[in-house]
């Protein structure tokens, strides 16, 4: 067992609800470079805990659950000179309807959103057919429906429609070769890490995704992307500092033009089950070593972090 001194300490806070993750990439963080993340949710934490730490990460998806709990955390921190990274103006940004407003605005390719509470909203929509709908904070797309006309609307149960129901402008980014494609990269600053990439012949793409059949394909598929220069990293960042976060993870098409179409950015954390490495894409390893370097020097603020070297099996922290 490796045992390090804490070299920093940092308040890892969560929306409400939020449970205690303690994946790969907080215990590599811990081992390697003796960084301790406590992971808290909001609803838990008053400005003066902030104290015990060095610095404050908001990894918050759902900004309006305790917004003035946020707020007052970060006024705490700055009168105390503490880092605060993911202010509450980032976090509100990032909410898919704001970030399409803001985007839009400044020319970067992406879904405008609506709320849609009720299907008479649905049906009364002025946007084009076909159409998604969605439930907000819900994950692996599975409430996620295209539909092709208001007769697609009327079929579906009122039940489905709620509070964090959307509607989202449909964009077919299917590639020449009939795949879809979906990437996803980790901003950390000024720094753009590759984390995944997923194509799928369906449009609905998610972690699940990757077909059995096809994981050489994927193999080759994805090392090729963390392999390549990322030509669209000036326009990931351009759109990040747009909604004025400070990390954030950046998922997004690329268009004919090489330009990324977002789905979304948002600061939750890039969960990384150890129990995966034992399937067959272990080949995510030497990237997500990669991400997690990263992720060290972000938070240490640019100090250069000692590469670490690891046997091809990892052992599961």
């Not at 995966?276 to 997500?288: G, P, S, T």
Request: a positive charge; one cysteine or more.
């Amino acid at each position: 067992m490796l045992h390090n001194p804490v070299k920093l300490k940092v308040l890892a806070v969560f929306q409400k609800g939020a449970v205690t993750i303690h994946d790969y990439l907080f215990n590599y963080l811990w081992k390697n470079h003796g960084i301790q993340l406590d992971c808290r949710a909001i609803e838990q934490i008053k400005p003066a805990d902030a104290d015990a730490y060095d610095l404050v990460l908001n990894a918050i998806c759902a900004d309006a659950w305790h917004k003035d709990r946020i707020k007052k955390l970060e006024i705490y921190c700055k009168t105390k000179n503490k880092r605060f990274i993911n202010g509450i103006e980032g976090l509100t940004n990032c909410n898919r309807r704001q970030a399409y407003k803001i985007w839009a605005k400044n020319d970067v390719n992406c879904a405008r959103v609506e709320r849609v509470p009720k299907k008479s909203l649905a049906l009364a929509l002025n946007m084009p057919f076909p159409i998604i709908l969605r439930q907000e904070n819900t994950h692996l797309g599975s409430s996620m429906k295209l539909v092709n006309n208001a007769d697609d609307i009327k079929a579906i149960d009122d039940e489905y429609f709620r509070k964090s129901t959307v509607a989202i402008e449909f964009k077919d980014y299917k590639s020449e070769d009939g795949l879809y494609r979906k990437y996803r990269c980790v901003l950390l600053g000024d720094q753009v890490i590759a984390r995944h990439l997923i194509s799928s012949p369906e449009w609905n793409i998610h972690s699940d995704s990757r077909q059995p059949d096809r994981m050489a394909a994927h193999l080759l598929e994805e090392n090729a992307f963390w392999d390549r220069p990322l030509h669209e990293k000036d326009e990931l960042l351009r759109a990040k500092n747009l909604l004025k976060l400070d990390y954030t993870i950046a998922d997004y098409a690329l268009l004919p033009d090489g330009k990324p179409f977002y789905f979304e950015m948002n600061p939750c954390f890039s969960v990384i089950d150890p129990r995966a490495f034992k399937r067959e894409w272990a080949y995510q390893l030497h990237a997500i070593h990669r991400y997690c370097e990263a992720y060290a020097a972000f938070l240490f603020e640019g100090r250069p972090a000692e590469p670490k070297k690891f046997i091809s099996i990892p052992v599961i922290l």
